[in-house]
């Protein structure tokens, strides 16, 4: 099992803490695993992604080239990243902040052929549970029903050692809507 990750938004969306979270849960399975942030100096508003990478083997370099999946939260980091990595399995949208770019839909078609684009409405469920600041515990949901790398009681655990209770219950909300919304 290998998979790299690259996961990337705008900085107050949570994709650093996205990042951290699955790492997390993937060192608590006994896995090996990078975490490698990049966010722009303005930080709220900037530009925020990471590059992940979680192994059965022993991992020689955070950086990534071609990840085998992303996870992209709004349309500037989808029109920035999508031609710079070319991942190789899935490619998780947030349709609720992610804005369909005709050039770019035509280099998916060309370019990557069977990749598999999921598309979830992370900020509006994220909204409609009561906090649009858990959309990216939404997208984390939708990628283990996916891709199934990781253990929902794994992240419960870690969610139960980091925050009170109510962000706790408001998290794991994001995290099985997310999981049962996707197909």
Do not use: H, W
Request: charged residues 20%.
């Amino acid at each position: 099992m290998y998979n790299e990750i690259f996961v990337a938004g705008s900085g107050g969306q949570g994709i650093l803490s996205l990042g951290r979270i699955i790492v997390t849960a993937a060192v608590q399975e006994n896995k090996y695993a990078t975490y490698y942030p990049s966010y722009g100096a303005e930080i709220r508003g900037g530009t925020a992604n990471c590059m992940l990478k979680i192994s059965d083997t022993k991992i020689y370099s955070p950086i990534i080239e071609n990840p085998s999946e992303m996870i992209i939260m709004n349309t500037p980091s989808y029109l920035k990243f999508i031609t710079k990595y070319n991942p190789q399995s899935y490619l998780f949208l947030n349709m609720s902040l992610v804005e369909k770019n005709d050039v770019v839909e035509e280099y998916i078609l060309k370019k990557l052929k069977n990749l598999n684009v999921v598309e979830v409405f992370a900020t509006e469920i994220a909204d409609k549970i009561g906090n649009i600041l858990v959309a990216n515990m939404v997208m984390l949901g939708a990628m283990i029903k996916k891709i199934g790398l990781l253990k929902i009681d794994t992240i419960k655990n870690i969610l139960g050692k980091k925050y009170d209770s109510k962000v706790i219950s408001l998290n794991i909300k994001a995290i099985e809507k997310g999981f049962d919304e996707t197909k």
